[in-house]
């Protein structure tokens, strides 16, 4: 079955670092770019980062740029987003999606990702 499945999640004091997994099943990782968002309560979903396919090429949202690491590993099918200082704001349903088309240099917008994990909660005490 092809499918995105996130874990990590928690509730964690806000400065603190918390390490969000997302694995793949059922479909060739290692030649689409990977991507996280994240929908906090009320608000659009937004682009949190994402990684090319041979992650050379990483992106990052302006808010989470020195804070937030992504990291792939293309014989484990893994998809890693490493947050540290983690802020209030930071508080949502963090996503993994995966890239529609192959060998990019990596995509920011939803449009360009077409399958969704089931999200998995970050809550950010402060």
């Known amino acids: 079955q092809v499918q995105l499945v996130e874990s990590g999640g928690g509730l964690v004091q806000a400065g603190g670092s918390l390490t969000l997994s997302c694995a793949a099943f059922g479909f060739t990782f290692g030649v689409n770019g990977m991507g996280w968002f994240r929908q906090a309560p009320g608000k659009e979903r937004e682009f949190v980062g994402s990684?090319?396919?041979?992650?050379?090429?990483?992106n990052y949202a302006d808010s989470v740029k020195g804070r937030f690491t992504i990291s792939r590993d293309n014989v484990k099918n893994t998809v890693t987003l490493q947050m540290s200082s983690l802020k209030s704001d930071d508080t949502g349903v963090y996503y993994c999606a995966r890239e529609k088309s192959s060998f990019t240099l990596g995509a920011v917008a939803e449009d360009d990702f077409n399958l969704w994990g089931q999200g998995t909660q970050v809550i950010v005490s402060s």
């Open positions: 990684i090319s396919w041979g992650g050379r090429r990483i």
